[in-house]
């Protein structure tokens, strides 16, 4: 690591990023909001070190799909740990953060386990 | 008002045909031995009894058509003849009768298998229809439940927080919990309508997954004070499914039993091959499972609405109203069948029929 790990939370609902960012916080005092796919792809684009982020997105989003921007920013630039937070998944959902290698946490979930899903994110890269 | 012939002879076929034959009687008797055609004018009575009576309604008048018959010519003729002329008619009543009892037959059922088909139709479009509308809200509910029990746990796990602050807040929690369950369900239950018969299912050992579903409703059946015994009557049947698909066919069938008996009592499972008419008539095999409680039964107003969604005559937090509609999904989406007998204060039986691989 080459320096403090940004945690990255996009999701177009503002209680829902400030839910993540209380619960994270202790770990993750670092956190930065995106409110859409497009405001993710940039933030990413500018970032060149995925080893030094921690990212929780949505998957329906205004703009772009959060899947479709991780999966392209990823093939550019290394895999990061990823969490996917999306509401009662279907199997196609669940294939696609298979493949990217990402951590599923279905919505609602609990905060042990948006904890937990973050830990196992990163036990994946390791 | 209008009455029409058909109607008043489909009431009352008996004395429409008496009075027919008498009718025809006199006819035959006045006519004379000339006029041969009016013995012809009994099949209109036969035809009546036949059709709103059946075949031996039919042979009865038949028997009775060529017994006058016999008898007014045997006024004007030699009995020999009488007789062999009562004998040729009573032959050709006899066929008649017989072709139209088939043919009625045949009719009924058909119609009987169109009203099936129609009301399968109907039931199918209406889950569609519920099925689209299920999954939008249900994508929809998931990040404001979320925000919610996330709150509510953050006030829980607060040291700020006052006693009551912190009950309330799990009071809050166990509910978005509910809610969960209720959409999590709901989408279930939606998502069926995507992969039904699509994809090829592998074959499976339908005793395994029944057996699966009654080991893990085992101890929720013994803290209700009930049992479930399960009753295994073939050696191996192969049906294609998903395996928790059946398991979760059989263990909702269970579950309904299980709270339809609050008094305790025994929820049997069984499962056998058998022979049945399918989906379109024509007899084939299927692996059966029967599941059948000692409990309550099922109002009559109430069997026909038991497989919609949301129906329930359940207590709030028992069930959502969905079980028996996912069950009726899965079941109809297997090629399968499912029926239901019921006796109130006596129990229910469900019987589900799915092909054989």
């Given at each position: 690591?080459?320096?403090?790990?940004?945690?990255v939370?996009?999701?177009?609902?503002?209680?829902?990023?400030?839910?993540?960012?209380?619960?994270l916080?202790?770990?993750?005092?670092?956190a930065?909001?995106?409110?859409?796919?497009?405001?993710?792809?940039?933030?990413?684009?500018?970032?060149?070190?995925?080893?030094?982020?921690?990212?929780?997105?949505?998957?329906?989003?205004?703009a772009?799909?959060?899947?479709?921007?991780?999966?392209?920013?990823?093939?550019?630039?290394g895999?990061?740990?990823i969490?996917?937070?999306?509401?009662?998944?279907?199997?196609?959902?669940?294939e696609?953060v298979?493949?990217?290698?990402?951590?599923l946490?279905?919505?609602?979930?609990?905060?042990?386990?948006?904890?937990?899903?973050?830990?196992?994110?990163?036990?994946?890269?390791? | 008002?209008?009455?029409r012939?058909?109607?008043?002879?489909?009431?009352?076929?008996?004395?429409?045909?008496?009075?027919?034959?008498?009718?025809?009687?006199?006819?035959?008797?006045?006519?004379?031995?000339?006029?041969?055609?009016?013995?012809?004018m009994?099949?209109v009575?036969?035809?009546?009894?036949?059709?709103?009576?059946?075949?031996?309604?039919?042979?009865?008048?038949?028997?009775?058509?060529?017994?006058?018959t016999?008898?007014?010519?045997?006024?004007?003729?030699?009995?020999?003849?009488?007789?062999?002329?009562?004998?040729?008619?009573?032959?050709i009543?006899?066929?008649?009768?017989?072709?139209?009892?088939?043919?009625?037959?045949?009719?009924?059922?058909?119609a009987?298998?169109?009203?099936?088909?129609?009301?399968?139709?109907r039931?199918?479009?209406?889950?569609?229809?519920?099925?689209v509308?299920?999954?939008?809200?249900?994508?929809?509910l998931?990040?404001p439940?979320?925000?919610?029990?996330?709150?509510?746990?953050m006030?829980?796990?607060?040291?700020g927080?006052p006693?009551r602050?912190?009950?309330?807040?799990?009071?809050?929690?166990?509910?978005?919990?509910?809610?969960t369950?209720?959409v999590?369900?709901?989408?279930?239950?939606?998502?069926?309508?995507?992969?039904?018969?699509?994809?090829?299912?592998?074959?499976i050992?339908?005793?395994?997954?029944?057996?699966?579903a009654?080991?893990?409703?085992?101890?929720?059946?013994?803290?209700?004070?009930?049992?479930?015994?399960?009753?295994?009557?073939?050696?191996?049947?192969?049906?294609?499914?998903n395996?928790?698909?059946?398991?979760?066919?059989?263990?909702?069938?269970?579950?309904?039993?299980?709270?339809?008996?609050p008094?305790?009592?025994?929820?049997?499972?069984?499962?056998?091959?058998?022979?049945?008419?399918?989906?379109?008539?024509?007899?084939?095999?299927?692996?059966?499972?029967?599941?059948?409680?000692?409990?309550?039964?099922?109002a009559?107003?109430?069997?026909p609405h038991?497989?919609?969604?949301?129906?329930?005559?359940?207590?709030?937090?028992?069930?959502?109203?969905?079980?028996?509609s996912?069950?009726?999904?899965i079941?109809?989406?297997?090629?399968?069948?499912?029926?239901?007998?019921?006796?109130?204060g006596?129990?229910?039986?469900?019987?589900?029929?799915?092909?054989?691989?």
């Amino acid at each position: 690591m080459t320096g403090v790990v940004q945690l990255v939370i996009a999701d177009d609902d503002p209680d829902m990023r400030a839910l993540v960012r209380a619960t994270l916080s202790p770990e993750y005092p670092h956190a930065v909001e995106v409110v859409d796919g497009r405001d993710l792809f940039w933030h990413l684009v500018r970032q060149h070190t995925p080893q030094d982020l921690v990212i929780v997105a949505d998957v329906k989003m205004p703009a772009y799909d959060g899947l479709d921007v991780l999966d392209a920013w990823q093939e550019e630039h290394g895999e990061a740990p990823i969490v996917i937070i999306t509401a009662f998944p279907d199997d196609a959902v669940r294939e696609r953060v298979e493949r990217l290698g990402a951590t599923l946490l279905p919505k609602p979930f609990s905060r042990a386990n948006l904890r937990a899903a973050v830990k196992a994110a990163q036990a994946k890269l390791a | 008002m209008t009455l029409r012939v058909p109607t008043v002879v489909a009431c009352y076929p008996w004395p429409a045909t008496v009075v027919l034959v008498l009718l025809v009687a006199s006819l035959d008797y006045a006519s004379g031995l000339e006029i041969t055609f009016v013995e012809l004018m009994y099949l209109v009575p036969l035809a009546f009894a036949t059709w709103f009576r059946g075949r031996s309604a039919g042979l009865a008048t038949a028997a009775a058509a060529a017994a006058i018959t016999t008898a007014i010519t045997g006024d004007e003729i030699s009995t020999h003849a009488a007789v062999l002329n009562g004998l040729g008619a009573l032959g050709i009543y006899a066929v008649f009768v017989w072709l139209l009892a088939a043919l009625q037959v045949h009719v009924e059922r058909e119609a009987e298998r169109l009203r099936g088909v129609t009301d399968q139709l109907r039931h199918a479009e209406r889950l569609n229809v519920l099925g689209v509308l299920a999954a939008g809200v249900a994508h929809e509910l998931g990040t404001p439940l979320n925000v919610i029990s996330g709150a509510a746990e953050m006030l829980e796990e607060d040291p700020g927080s006052p006693a009551r602050t912190r009950e309330l807040s799990r009071t809050v929690l166990n509910q978005t919990t509910r809610i969960t369950a209720i959409v999590q369900n709901l989408l279930d239950f939606a998502r069926r309508g995507g992969n039904a018969l699509t994809k090829v299912k592998p074959a499976i050992e339908l005793q395994v997954a029944v057996s699966t579903a009654v080991d893990l409703l085992a101890a929720t059946a013994r803290k209700r004070g009930t049992t479930i015994e399960l009753v295994e009557g073939a050696p191996s049947l192969a049906v294609r499914a998903n395996r928790q698909e059946v398991e979760q066919v059989v263990s909702n069938l269970i579950l309904n039993g299980i709270q339809a008996m609050p008094h305790g009592g025994h929820v049997t499972v069984e499962t056998r091959s058998e022979q049945h008419p399918g989906r379109d008539g024509r007899p084939r095999t299927f692996g059966t499972i029967v599941v059948e409680d000692q409990g309550r039964g099922i109002a009559e107003s109430d069997l026909p609405h038991i497989f919609d969604p949301f129906f329930t005559t359940k207590d709030v937090g028992e069930g959502t109203g969905l079980g028996l509609s996912v069950t009726y999904g899965i079941v109809t989406d297997l090629g399968g069948m499912i029926d239901v007998a019921t006796e109130i204060g006596r129990g229910t039986r469900f019987v589900v029929r799915l092909p054989l691989a």
